[in-house]
Structure formats: structure tokens, C-alpha cells
């Protein structure tokens, strides 16, 4: 089983930049996924959910209008479409999928915005 981020980086404030998620050696369609983020010294934060068809979204408060989730199931990939960004966003992102109490998780990318 894996998950692998990739698409993190350095970003000016009011940048985007799109994050994705490969999954494998678990079907990961049946699967809902998350994005979740942890600052410098801060714990794991919930970004955005999405369902295992891709129907429902949820996002926090924080990036709500300015981040979005996506997935491919054909692909076997989720994204994380952030647009806008502040100094704030900068964190270590996380995909993790879940489904009955079982939770899988990747490595993380880092996204730093930066002037």
C-alpha cells in the first residue's frame, strides 16, 4: 500500500499550486481521501475531504473558496487544487485515505509560501 504526494514547493503569496496523490496496491476508489496539513510547530490540521466517487467535498474554514479536491479514480489519484495562497498555508501536506477504520497515509510534500 501507498500514497505518494508530489507538487509542493515554493510559492509567492496569491500563488497556487496543485498537489496530487497516487495511491496504490489498495483500490482506492473505494476509498474516501483527505488532504490534511501541519504547520511548524502546529498539529495535523484537516484540510478538504472528498467521498470515494467524488460527489462530496468538504473543506475547513480556512481555505474554504480558495482550495479544491479532486480525484481520478481511473487514475487512481487525488488532487488539491490551492489557489490564492498565504504565508499561512505553508505545511507539510498529508494525503490520507480511509474506509472503515482503516487509514492509510503518505509521506507528505512541503509547501512553503514565501515572498
Known amino acids: 500500500v501507498q500514497l505518494v504526494e508530489s507538487g509542493g514547493g515554493l510559492v509567492q503569496p496569491g500563488g497556487s499550486l496543485r498537489l496530487s496523490c497516487a495511491a496504490s496496491?489498495?483500490?482506492?476508489?473505494?476509498?474516501?481521501m483527505r488532504w490534511y496539513r501541519q504547520a511548524p510547530g502546529k498539529g495535523r490540521e484537516l484540510v478538504a475531504t472528498?467521498?470515494?466517487?467524488?460527489?462530496?467535498?468538504t473543506y475547513a474554514p480556512s481555505v474554504k473558496g480558495r482550495f479544491t479536491i479532486s480525484r481520478d479514480n481511473a487514475k487512481n489519484t487525488v488532487y488539491l487544487q490551492m489557489d490564492s495562497l498565504k504565508f499561512e498555508d505553508t505545511a507539510v501536506y498529508y494525503c490520507n485515505a480511509f474506509l472503515n477504520g482503516v487509514d492509510y497515509w503518505g509521506k507528505g510534500t512541503l509547501v512553503t509560501v514565501s515572498s
Open positions: 496496491g489498495f483500490t482506492s476508489s473505494s476509498y474516501g
Open positions: 472528498i467521498s470515494s466517487a467524488g460527489g462530496i467535498t
